[in-house]
Structure formats: structure tokens, C-alpha cells
């Protein structure tokens, strides 16, 4: 059926795009056209917003109600008609409502094709990143970042729903009025029934698919995993100013230097954000982080948060007592080499003890020995675990020069730890001084450091 919309009440129209506008503005006034059911949608190539493999187009579209909507037109054959109803579903599911996922809106169909109506957005990725490098260099940071996590926040919504996106690339990301970043085009997408993977053909975009994948055609096993590899170069492309981690010659190059975990982060200055896109990029599954880790990192943390993390993580007691903890682990390897057998933990914490000076207060030694066999228990394992697992991320710290600014001539501890109670003193006890150091920016690894130290040893902040 054909309408001239210039005969319907323009009150009826929910104006909400600004990039749209004028295109909307002409739609409205054209003579011929097409109405599906609810949808008022019309033909000619100047609606054309967006386009896909297998004869898809989207347009520019009103419902009757007077919303804007993006109208995905898909041409009925086995393969679209198979991805259509794939994406339907995942787009009418509940658990997957979001304002990092594109919003559902209606649905039509004839002889012919499919007219899936979602909610209008204002640009794919990469026309948004076209904008942002008219902004000043501060908000286009600002503006990248707040992408980066929305895109992550929109992925963890699937994952959670144990859906897998399977098609992630710029394209499949798109801004809103609102300039939230949604995930979008789900026809690839596929439910995980039952354990950790899902057995399909082979899908995606060449060079937006993960290592584990590559060289798999009919049973191709995906995870979140293979997800979050992919959302990992994203996150780079997103950082880099277009540019992709596994940057090749060709197609066939880039996917080659996929297989190989050859990659290069030299577009992204932030070593914070560049820790993070390694991490996620992992030739290895197993090594790459869940999307709840990833957005734990801290690239995404803000003075609050960082705060807090150096007010919980200082007040762990293994943290105030660790000088104490790596003597009774010194003293255990020295015990053992000079005795040749294991000595227990009360004869360690014993001989610190009496290690300490003649004038240590007698009511204070008693409380050490008690805060130190309550840390231990009866498994010294645990200290050795500690001090190993601190001297691994000690090594980052090893060549600190920095001092305080100002005209104070205190140098900072040269290790994680002390470093990490030097700050939580300063945060706690003098503040001002604390706010002097201008949050640690003079060490950018710190905060990565202590990120996973805690994780590897199970600390909760």
C-alpha cells in the first residue's frame, strides 16, 4: 500500500533524531510511500541508512505512532530467512534489554522481504568517530572511553543471557541520540544451551574473529571467550583511531598475524588501556579475561574507585604486616637450609620474635605473635605464596626515582606494597598530600600491578 505521509498529522511525529532531521523532514513530505502494517517506510536509495550482505538495506522509517525507526529490509531466502529469525528472537528477549543493546520496535513482512524496525540511531561507529575528530582532543578521549565501556557493558548483557554475539566489528556498534554506544545486529548470534561452548558453522566478519576459530568450517566451537578476543581489537580500533591491533598488508596478512598473536598497540599511548586490549586480545582463551573482569580493570576506574581499592586492599592485614610476613619467609628458608628439615610455624614466628629490639614493648610483641600465627595458621605455604606472588609484580617498581612533589624530599617506597601502604596513609591520614601526588600518574602501572595481585591472590575489593 502507498501513503503520502504530507496528509498525516505532523503531530504525530516523535522528533528525536538531530542527525536525521532534514532527511526525515524530506521523507515526510514525499508522495509515494510504502506502508507495512505499522511501518511507513519509502524505497528510494536517499533513505538508505545502512546496507548488509544478502540484499539487506536499511531505511529511514516512521511507525505510525510517529517514531523514527531504522527499517532493516531482509530478502526472504533459506539463509536470511534462518539469521531473521535468529535475530528476532534475540531481539524480543527480555534479558537482553539494555540501553547498550538497540532497541526492538516492530516487525512486518510480505511475499517478498522481512521489515524489522529498531530504534534510530544517529551513527555506526565509524561515523561517530568521524565526529569526534572535530572535538578538542580532551572530550574526544573522554567521549572514546565512555564507548569502550558501553560496548563492554552491552556484550556483558549477552553473555549474561549466555548469548554469544559472534559478529563483532564497527559496523555492529551504533550511537544513539543519547550518544550510548549499542550493540546491534544479532542474525549471527547464538544461545549457549548447554555448557560453555556452541557447536555452529563457521560466522563473522574476516579479521573480526578470534584465533580459535579461524580454521574451523562446519563444528566451530565458540565461547565468551571468542567474544571477548574480538571485543579486544574493537576496543583498539576504538583507541587507535581506526587502526586494528593485527594490522596486515592484506586480509590474509591481518588473519595471519591473528594465528601468530602478532599484534601492535603502538597507536595507543595509555599504558593502562594497552593492558587491558593485551589481556582481551590473547592468542590463548584461557588468558583472556571475562567481560566482568574486563570492565573491573583499571582503565575503567575513576578517583573514586581508585580510592576505594587503596583504602580496602591497604587495610588487608597481610598488606600492614607484610615486612613481618617476608622476614618469617626469609627466616623459613634460612631455618630449613641451616637445619635440613621443615621448621614449624611457631618456631619462625619465635625467632622473629626474639629478632625484635630488647626495647620492643613486651604487650606489643605478644600482640604481633598473635596477629602473625592468626595470619599464618598452620599452613606456611600461604606466606610463601605471598611473598613470591608480591616479588613477581615487585620487578615493575624496581627502578622508581620519582619523589613527592613539592619540597618534601620523601621517596616513595621502591615496592608494590609499600607503595600501597605509603598511599593509603596519605589518603587516610593527610589527604592534602595525598591530592598533591596527583593520583599516581607518576607510576600508571601501579594501580595494574595491584589489579592482579589481588586477583591472584583472591583478595576482595
Known sequence: MKICLSEVDLRIWNQSSKVHRSKLEEFFREQNHQIKGNIYFCRDAKYIIGSGSGGIHVYLGLKKDGTEVAIKRILK????????????????????????IVRYVDFEQDEDFYYLALQLCEYDLEGYMDELRKEEAEN????????????????QVLHRAKVIHRDIKPKNVLIDSEKNARMADFGLSRRLEDGSTVYTVRAGTKCWEA????DQTERTGYKTSSDVQVAGMLVYYILSDGKHPFEGNNLWD????????????????DVVAKDLIERMISKVPEERPTVDEALN???????????????????????????????LH??????????????????IIDRLITSKPKSTPKRKLLDLRKTLTEIVGDNFAKVVNLCDTVKKYNESF???KAKLPGNEEIPFPDDLLGLLRFMRNKLVHEKDKFDEINRLNHFPDFFISLHRLAKDLNWDY
Open 297 to 327: 580493570h583499571p582503565y575503567f576506574w575513576d578517583d573514586a574507585r581508585k580510592d576505594a581499592v587503596l583504602r580496602k586492599l591497604g587495610d588487608i592485614r597481610e598488606v600492614q604486616y607484610y615486612m613481618d610476613l617476608e622476614t
Open 77 to 100: 531466502n533459506p539463509t536470511n530467512d534462518k539469521d531473521f529469525e535468529n535475530e528476532l528472537k534475540h531481539l524480543q528477549d527480555l534479558k537482553l534489554e539494555s540501553k547498550n
Open 211 to 214: 584465533v580459535e576459530t579461524l
Open 330 to 347: 626469609n627466616l623459613h628458608q634460612e631455618m630449613k637450609n641451616s637445619d635440613g628439615k621443615e621448621p614449624t610455624v611457631d618456631q
Open 398 to 400: 624496581s627502578t622508581w
Open 254 to 269: 591481518q588473519e595471519g598475524k591473528i594465528r601468530e598473536g602478532n599484534y601492535s598497540l603502538d597507536e595507543v599511548d
Open 140 to 155: 574526544k578521549v573522554t567521549a572514546l572511553k565512555k564507548v569502550v565501556k558501553e560496548v563492554l557493558l552491552g556484550l
